[in-house]
């Protein structure tokens, strides 16, 4: 038993010492690294892994300051990155006050990613301006929120074409969310254009911008290739040229639009229109769906799709096209696979095409209900004619509807906002000019707000003046008198301001602060006989 326990045993020192010779051999061979000598605090940190931080930006504050609410940096620094402090996930506030001496260029580099974007966005309860441009270029995933930009004067080397409030030149999916851009004085809001693909201008105030040039004073000028440009639920309104100006020469493209929600109210002033998408090239994939747009300008156009290129592809679904001077509502031209159905169009001149062009070819032109205003033939196809002969000669609208005079009764379109779920937009065509319209619980279903919360109910034409109604939301109503001719308007730092439109017209922003914590699930309502739409999030 004895010799057994003792041969084990020898067995067992004989294995032991044979993997402690193998472990010195490959000690030998394959030396272990030494780590290096990093401080921990050196170690940039995985976006998985770090907190997101929240930074402060003022007017008055300083590069050689911290970022925190008490030691804020300036607007340019943060923008930059701020020596790479600000990393993906991270909120910039900006601090009330105005930024800028309004030829101030403050260009914004900041990276975010796709799970984690950056947001620069207003204070709570205070108003940020930038008085210049902002330029946005080797910016991608951030959310630019909530404040305000004018643009009214302009330094050396002034370049109409180029000194836009906000400038996208190399980007990547950025969202321009709840802006306010006016007082642009010599250029457009936006400049839009083909190198910031996949972006998007969402529940903005865009009005007041160009004075002196058709082409290039415009709300927004844009082109587009790949990725989807997003315009939507924005209120657009009194600028010079066009409220949208999506044009190319032929080497430019103007593809991948989804237009949708926005109200266009006023613009072209410079006797041009509302909206332009097309150019000399061709165009694709161009959705116009739910928007809402008055004009009462004598010599202004609405809505015209296409221009001396090729076209295809374009949806015109479910507008609400209120013309009140001598123009058409809707012109096509050149487009081949169009689909124009749902809509409402009323005017002195209501559709029109380029005709004879070869290959065009209408899916759907049917299902609109048209209001015509005066006894002149308000319809064209090479040249003007009565309903019936635009009906046989072009094959459209054989269900469609003809009523003359304008139409009755109220129509109100409700928007809530995607980002801010206490925000709503509001449109509302008062075709009986009642001097007050009644937001009805219906009507205010799908905005979240509950019995007990208050609101605030804003003109959009006078956004900075006092609230035109405010209260406590009773669950049933809220009862809003409407502006007329003679209300207050906001007043352009240079020029004068177009006196508001009448009651027949308007448009609130409505925003509340909820009694108790309540689930808020947005949608959208409407009434009368326009059919809204649930918005298609683009981003």
């Known amino acids: 038993m004895t010799t057994i326990k003792r041969i084990a045993s020898n067995r067992l020192l004989r294995l032991i010492s044979l993997f402690l010779l193998l472990a010195i051999a490959l000690r030998w061979f394959y030396p272990l690294e030494t780590a290096p000598n990093i401080n921990i605090a050196q170690r940039p940190a995985l976006n998985s892994a770090r907190a997101a931080t929240e930074w402060y930006v003022s007017p008055t504050g300083e590069q050689s300051n911290t970022g925190s609410i008490d030691s804020p940096w300036n607007l340019s620094y943060a923008l930059a990155g701020a020596g790479d402090s600000i990393q993906p996930g991270d909120t910039v506030w900006m601090r009330g006050g105005t930024y800028g001496d309004g030829t101030t260029r403050f260009d914004s580099t ?30 991608n995933w951030i959310d630019y929120w909530g404040f305000d930009i004018m643009h009214p004067t302009y330094g050396p080397g002034y370049d109409a074409a180029r000194d836009a409030g906000i400038w996208t030149l190399t980007s990547s999916n950025n969202r321009f969310i709840n802006l306010t851009i006016h007082d642009v004085y010599g250029s457009s809001a936006f400049g839009f254009w083909s190198a910031a693909t996949s972006s998007e201008i969402y529940g903005s105030l865009i009005y007041e911008n160009g004075r002196q040039d058709d082409n290039l004073d415009h709300g927004i000028y844009t082109q587009n290739g790949d990725g989807t440009k997003g315009i939507r639920d924005n209120f657009i309104f009194n600028n010079w040229a066009y409220g949208i100006h999506a044009y190319g020469s032929e080497i430019a493209r103007v593809d991948n639009y989804l237009v949708q929600g926005n109200t266009f109210i006023n613009n072209g002033r410079g006797n041009q229109g509302d909206v332009l998408l097309g150019g000399s090239g061709n165009s694709n994939n161009l959705q116009f769906l739910n928007n809402y747009l008055y004009n009462s300008l004598q010599y202004t156009n609405g809505v015209q799709f296409g221009y001396t290129g090729g076209h295809q592809s374009m949806k015109f679904n479910n507008n609400y096209i209120a013309m009140k001077g001598e123009y058409r509502g809707l012109f096509s031209r050149r487009f081949n696979n169009i689909e124009v159905t749902g809509n409402t169009i009323m005017g002195l001149a209501l559709v029109g095409r380029l005709p004879n062009v070869d290959g065009m070819v209408s899916e759907n032109w049917n299902n609109n209900s048209y209001y015509q205003i005066g006894s002149a033939s308000a319809f064209y196809d ?19 509807t003809l009523t003359s005079g304008q139409p009755t009764g109220t129509v109100k379109a409700v928007r809530p906002n995607e980002f801010e779920s206490n925000r709503s937009h509001i449109t ?31 003109d959009v034409q006078n956004y900075f003046g006092d609230p035109i109604a405010t209260g406590t939301y009773n669950g049933s109503e809220i009862s809003v008198t409407l502006p007329d001719t003679g209300s207050p308007v906001y007043q352009p730092a240079s020029g004068s301001a177009p006196a508001h439109t009448s009651k027949q017209f308007n448009a609130f922003v409505l925003t509340y602060t909820p009694a108790t914590y309540h689930t808020i699930t947005p949608s959208v309502s409407g009434q009368g006989s326009l059919s809204i739409s649930s918005p298609t999030q683009v981003l």
């Open 110 to 139: 900041l990276d975010g990613t796709e799970g984690n974007r950056i947001t620069v966005r207003q204070y709570s309860g205070e108003r940020a301006t930038i008085n210049g441009q902002l330029r946005v270029n080797g910016s």
């Open 428 to 458: 509302v065509y008062n075709w009986d000019n009642l001097d007050s319209v009644s937001l009805s619980s219906s009507d205010l279903s799908g905005t979240g707000i509950s019995s007990g919360d208050t609101y605030a109910i804003k």
């Open 382 to 400: 090479g040249s003007y004619m009565q309903f019936d002969a635009w009906k046989t000669a072009t094959g459209y609208d054989a269900s469609s």
